[in-house]
């Protein structure tokens, strides 16, 4: 079964996009994929201090 991917807009200022660019293309990767690692390794560092958020926990 294929990963369904959801579509997700971010407002940000044109500098910080700037600078994203720059870092995504340091490492290789599309600057979605780059906000994807960002938002995964946030994600594991919330768990590791507080615990693995379950599915029947979100909103």
Known sequence: ????????TLRTSEELLNKMEYISSYYGRTKNKEIEQ????HVKEFENIYGEIKNNKLV
Request: glycine share 0%; proline share 0%.
């Open 1 to 8: 079964m294929e990963k369904k991917y959801l579509r997700f």
């Open 38 to 41: 960002l938002i995964k390794k």
